[in-house]
């Protein structure tokens, strides 16, 4: 079955370029050219009907591709691939304080975009093949610190208290506390992180961490459990 793509794009003919490359990659795609009626389609399919992935420009009329990304975030963990002109906003990006998966730079290759899907793509699937072959030991830290991880939905509870975290965040997450108080390095985190084997530097792992921990913090206050080992990496350990 071909997996759907949804295009958010402003420029027509960049648009339709990138929807000749995608199509004849396979993929199925759906175009839409303004930011709130991208949005509005997005929700609309929320519950049945949701692309496998969202190439969003930053910079739409109506309302810009941040601010999407943003909402989507808080209902959906479907793959965003955000094209970006201001090089400014990458750190922002790359720190997925909206909750981008991957960014790619105009002018781009459509060549690339399309490789960029496939490795997100083959990503997602892969940690879905491996969510489903190997046992999760989230219990431990369930009686530990009160941490319940559905890894079929993406979705992370602490105290009764639901948690909303991008999908590399949850991996993070999980990796940490499937084996409480082990220290993991970045590069440990990374590849757990990232299947696809992307170059991702230290400082993008560090600003995954400090978001993952305030979204924690925003829920459960009291609750400090991912810890900070100078010079070696991270470990989910509860102190109080």
């Not at 560090?206 to 991912?226: F, V, Y």
Request: charged share 30%; net charge negative.
């Amino acid at each position: 079955m071909s997996q759907h793509i949804l295009i958010v794009e402003d420029e027509p003919k960049l648009a339709k370029l990138l929807d000749d490359y995608l199509i004849q990659a396979g993929f199925q795609t759906y175009i839409i050219a303004d930011g709130q009626e991208a949005l509005n389609w997005i929700i609309d399919k929320k519950e049945h009907g949701m692309p496998d992935l969202i190439i969003l420009d930053l910079m739409l009329p109506n309302l810009d591709g941040m601010e999407i990304c943003k909402s989507v975030r808080q209902f959906s963990h479907v793959p965003i691939l955000m094209a970006t002109a201001k090089v400014e906003e990458i750190d922002r990006l790359l720190g997925l304080e909206f909750g981008a998966d991957d960014y790619v730079c105009k002018p781009y290759s459509p060549r690339e975009v399309v490789a960029r899907v496939k490795a997100i793509l083959k990503r997602v699937n892969f940690q879905l093949e491996r969510n489903d072959i190997h046992d999760v030991k989230i219990p431990i830290a369930e009686s530990l610190i009160g941490l319940k991880l559905d890894d079929k939905k993406y979705k992370a509870e602490m105290d009764n208290q639901i948690i909303e975290l991008t999908a590399v965040e949850f991996q993070i997450l999980m990796t940490l506390a499937n084996e409480p108080g082990r220290i993991f390095s970045r590069q440990q985190l990374m590849d757990s992180s990232y299947q696809d084997h992307r170059v991702v530097s230290d400082r993008t792992i560090d600003s995954h961490i400090k978001k993952l921990r305030k979204r924690i913090k925003e829920k459960c206050p009291d609750k400090d459990i991912i810890q900070s080992v100078y010079g070696v990496g991270y470990k989910l350990e509860w102190v109080q």
